[in-house]
């Protein structure tokens, strides 16, 4: 019986390794050791990043240093600087003497307004004021009559004043060989005190009957002048209702009817003066504050274009913007009409030596606190710090160099990667 093999195996010695395959395993070793030295940092590398991108889905601009243009460009349009609206000063009936888009000179009447309301008015406050100052005319004869009545009381007070110093004289003279008696010497001295009290009486009543009648004048009199403030303001709107060009220029719109009834300060038509023209840009309101008198524009107009400066700036925002009016700096071309359009530009800041690069989607992600620099085959997240945001450019405060690379490009699919591969 045959329990196993063992009694069939025999044991075989090895054969004996040539020197020459030893060499070439030791060939072989250093080679892969030679490989493993090289390409390990970049393996270690693609292997830490945990996400990579392709190259041709990117765009990588370089920073640099260049000057910073802050800017902001719009379209606009050719406007009046003076284009006056004229308005009715009364209620009534208007009478256009002009149409629209004809030319007129200072003065020119355009229109009238017939009021009889205004006119009615105007002569009844005519007659108050006729009254007053004939009211004014009486009291300053008045006046006079009661000045001669008070000088001829206090003449005729003087008058006793002199008889009663007279009589004291001779009752002295009197008394003193005792020709009269005491009681009739006594009575003459009451006599010229008498006389005395009703002379300075007389006085005093002189003066102030004098600045009675003054006052009650001057109080007339100011009763005169108010009147004829208030038939001035009303011969002025009467005036007025004949309306004239303030401008020369060219009538624009017609803002009522021929005849039509209009209310007062109601607005009747406009007049463009054609020989100062400026550009209304309409500019975000993001941009109101950076804005300023002053400040540089550049106007495109049918193919040139034309140095210009910023004269204001609305205080009003409409529908997101807010209204710049730019002037011409060489004067107004010629052959410019009324809202024609144009392109305008205006230079907000120019500062040389910035540190930029092209502005991108990258400035909007993660509110631009980071920025993917190109470090070889792989892209490092690095913090940054932006400046000042232009049309094209963004300016870098800290965290790049110039020189440097980076992505411009939205970064949103990998923003939470310290390191990226990127591949071909």
Known sequence: MIRDTSQQDRILAPPPTSPKRWLVRGGIALAVLGVLVVFMPGMARWFTASASVSSERL?????????????????????????????????????????????????DLLATVDSPELASELKREQATLASLEAEASGQMI??????????????????????????????????????????????????????????RQAEQDVALERDALALELSTRRKAVERQQLLVADLQRKADALAIKAPVAGMVGNLLAAERAQVAVNAPLLTVVDLTELEVEVPVPEVYANDIVAGLSAEIALAGAKLAGEV??????????????????????????????RAQARIL????????????????????GRFAFRIDGDRLVRVPVTLGALAAGQVEILSGLEPGQRIVISDTSEFAEQAEVNLTN
Do not use: C, M
């Not at 204001?312 to 010629?334: C, L, M, Y």
């Open 348 to 367: 907000i800041e120019e500062r040389p030596g910035t540190l930029l690069v092209e502005r991108g989607p990258f400035v909007d992600v993660g509110g």
């Open 311 to 340: 004269r204001a700036i609305s205080p009003e925002v409409v529908e997101g913007n807010v209204n710049v009016r730019v002037r011409f700096k060489d004067g107004t071309p010629p052959d410019l009409r009324q809202n024609q």
């Open 59 to 107: 765009r990588i601009a370089e920073v640099r240093r260049d000057t910073l243009l802050r800017d902001v460009a719009a379209q606009a349009r050719i406007v009046a600087a003076r284009s006056p609206t004229l308005y009715a000063q009364a209620a009534g009936t208007v009478s256009f003497a002009v149409q629209a888009g004809q030319a007129v000179a200072v003065g």
């Open 142 to 199: 008045a006046n006079r009559r009661a000045q001669l009545t008070k000088a001829r009381e206090l003449e005729t007070a003087r008058v006793a004043l002199r008889a009663a110093e007279r009589e004291k004289q001779r009752a002295d003279k009197a008394w003193a060989p005792r020709a009269i008696s005491e009681v009739d010497h006594l009575r003459a001295g009451d006599e010229l005190e008498n006389a005395t009290n009703a002379f």
